[in-house]
T-cell receptor, first 116, second 111 residues
Framework: DAGITQSPRYKITETGRQVTLMCHQT?????MFWYRQDLGHGLRLIYY???????DKGEVPDGYVVSRSKTENFPLTLESATRSQTSVYFC????FGGGASRNEQFFGPGTRLTVL | SQQGEEDPQALSIQEGENATMNCSYK?????LQWYRQNSGRGLVHLIL?????REKHSGRLRVTLDTSKKSSSLLITASRAADTASYFC???????????FGTGTRLKVLA
């Protein structure tokens, strides 16, 4: 399917477990982003990637790891999940960077993660 | 306050009325974007305004940008029940890709 997809859509895990959230886009967009959305905080950037093998930290990177071996995939790993990481996670992609005139982001449907 | 903070947090209007929401930010930017989020869904891009633009229109949407005040407003004219959603502004400090979204304005349009 064309577009940007996330899997799983829902996940329940336990404190201390490793969890990987997947993001896949079919547009060959260079830039990809991971956000978390919590009540009262809006969306906060966790990590972003400008191209394969190029990643950088966002506002709230602690406790998360990303990789980007292929342009179309941008997995987010919680190495040892904590209750504070219970959130809705959104992946997004864009064909240009933040400085360009056309850099709208296309969002996936989100993954609702609960850490018990 | 955080960069990209929206005001008001919630807004309830009647169908056909106009809805105005505001956004403030803190750093210099190349552009400001507005997104919409229906409940439980991902965000959808509405409109982008560049830092050298003061006003932009798209259908029933009008966006203004005042870089001297570091603020923007989104006006939705002749609102419809289907406009019920949360609206977010997004900015990235010039030269970075570190987007910051505000906490959003929850708009409810009553039929």
């Amino acid at each position: 399917d064309a577009g940007i997809t996330q899997s799983p859509r829902y996940k329940i895990t336990e404190t201390g477990r490793q969890v990987t959230l997947m993001c896949h886009q079919t547009w060959s967009h260079s830039y990809m982003f991971w956000y978390r959305q919590d009540l009262g905080h809006g969306l906060r950037l966790i990590y972003y990637s400008a191209a394969a093998d190029i990643t950088d930290k966002g506002e709230v990177p602690d406790g998360y790891v990303v990789s980007r071996s292929k342009t179309e995939n941008f997995p987010l790993t919680l190495e040892s999940a904590t209750r504070s990481q219970t959130s809705v996670y959104f992946c997004a992609s864009s064909s240009f960077g933040g400085g360009a005139s056309r850099n709208e982001q296309f969002f996936g449907p989100g993954t609702r993660l609960t850490v018990l | 306050s955080q960069q990209g903070e929206e005001d008001p947090q919630a807004l309830s209007i009647q169908e056909g009325e106009n809805a105005t929401m505001n956004c403030s930010y803190k750093t210099s930017i190349n552009n400001l974007q507005w997104y919409r989020q229906n409940s439980g869904r991902g965000l959808v891009h509405l409109i982008l305004i560049r830092s050298n633009e003061r006003e932009k229109h798209s259908g029933r949407l009008r966006v203004t940008l005042d870089t001297s005040k570091k603020s923007s407003s989104l006006l939705i004219t002749a609102s419809r029940a289907a406009d019920t959603a949360s609206y977010f502004c997004a900015t990235a400090p010039s030269g970075t890709y570190k987007y910051i979204f505000g906490t959003g304005t929850r708009l409810k349009v009553l039929a």
